[in-house]
């Protein structure tokens, strides 16, 4: 069984401020690793992903994220954030093997609040 | 274009009544999932499909009931069993056959259910 944790459930920053939003997860097995960004009232698309390879993923709209596996986390970052960042980040896991069909554990959710 | 559609964005039902989300998807696209998104819990997953003519449970199945009959539908029932179906239900698909390690989830716009 997996399980996410986001570590914050809301984070109001300021506009052109840096922004980490934090996401550790539990397994037992290998896994990949994904951000999606949900704006009010709509679906979810995805951010980025970390599949194998480099620690440090770049997604969309200047967001990266890195996995740590030591500490089991994928926080995600961004260097300076826009008002439009305004929405609800998700953090999920998938198996990486085995037979999951693609499924997903979704953490709880957090949502950024950029103020001018 | 290429997506996936829900239909209603909004729906009200009376208790005790049952009712019918659309999702259908152009991407072909062979699994298919349905999640329920509550405020501070993140998404759930319900049922999914890899292929026609078959689906699983997923964490919250009860009071809920799928079916695929064709590859690019996949409608969700929620029955009045369900005890509290007031919630923002996504509908999802992924592609690869035997949903390939690493694809990314694509959602659509999502309904919102209430229930009077």
């Known amino acids: 069984a997996q399980s996410v944790t986001q570590l914050d459930s809301q984070v109001p920053v300021f506009e052109e401020a840096p922004v980490e939003l934090r996401c550790n997860y539990s397994?037992?097995?290998?896994?990949?690793l994904f951000w999606y960004v949900q704006y009010p009232n709509q679906g979810l698309q995805l951010l980025l992903k970390?599949?194998?390879?480099?620690?440090l993923v770049k997604g969309i709209n200047g967001f990266e994220a890195e996995f740590n596996k030591s500490q089991t986390s994928f926080h995600l970052r961004k260097p300076s954030v826009h008002i439009s960042d305004t929405a609800e980040y998700f953090c999920a896991v998938s198996d990486a093997g085995g037979t999951s069909y693609g499924k997903l554990t979704f953490g709880q959710g957090t949502i950024l609040t950029v103020h001018p | 274009d290429g997506g996936i559609t829900q239909s209603p964005k909004y729906l009200f039902r009376k208790e005790g009544q049952n009712v019918t989300l659309s999702c259908e998807q152009n991407l072909n696209h062979d699994a298919m999932y349905w999640y329920r998104q509550d405020p501070g819990q993140g998404l759930r997953l319900i049922y999914y499909?890899?292929?026609?003519?078959?689906?699983q449970k997923g964490d919250i199945a009860e009071g809920y009931s799928v079916s695929r009959e064709k590859k690019e539908s996949f409608p969700l029932t929620v029955t009045s069993a369900q005890k509290n179906p007031t919630a923002f239900y996504l509908c999802?698909?992924?592609?690869?056959?035997?949903?390939?390690?690493?694809?990314?989830?694509?959602f659509g716009p999502g309904t919102r259910l209430t229930v009077l």
């Open positions: 970390y599949l194998s390879g480099s620690t």
């Open positions: 397994s037992s097995v290998s896994v990949y």
């Open positions: 499909s890899q292929i026609v003519n078959d689906f």
């Open positions: 999802a698909s992924i592609p690869g056959l035997g949903a390939q390690r690493g694809n990314e989830q694509f």
